[in-house]
């Protein structure tokens, strides 16, 4: 398997993670409004805790309330979490895909540059050595701002 492929593979499981972290969300917003509702449906006037209400009485439906909207909010906090996490992993596996196929494509540019300029292969040289320093120069700055803490 190249290198590219295993970025390919990373990047397709990286996207269906988020996927399934985005649903974990959205199970936790049904969780949490059944919960809530759940509860403001048991009592007439419920204790609130910032914006949880909850039934201080020994019901069965008061705990079943309190358990899904503590159970909503958990699911809803790590869905986010877990989501941006595997963003950010894609994000990261496309800029590598970036890189590693930087190079082949100029060099297929400049395959097809000197089979259309084989009377003047000073031009070919020309590109070749732009594109070698324009590399040099990326990379000593992808240095400089990992050095710096930038990435």
Known sequence: MSFKEY?????ENSRRDE??????????VMFFVGGVWGSLKLA????????????????????????????GLTLMVYGITAGLN???????????????????????????????????PGKVKKRLEEFRAKLRRKRKRDRQETYYGRS
């Open 86 to 120: 595997c963003w950010n992993d894609r994000r990261w596996y496309m800029q590598e895909m970036r890189k590693a196929t930087a190079f082949e494509e100029i060099a297929l540019r400049v395959k097809k540059d000197s089979i259309k300029l084989e009377k003047d």
């Open 44 to 71: 007439e006037n419920p204790r609130w805790f910032i914006f949880i209400p909850y039934h201080t009485e020994p019901l069965g439906g008061a705990a079943l309330g309190l358990a899904l909207t503590v159970t």
């Open 19 to 28: 996927v399934n972290s985005y649903i974990m969300f959205l199970a936790g």
């Open 7 to 11: 970025l390919h593979e990373c990047a």
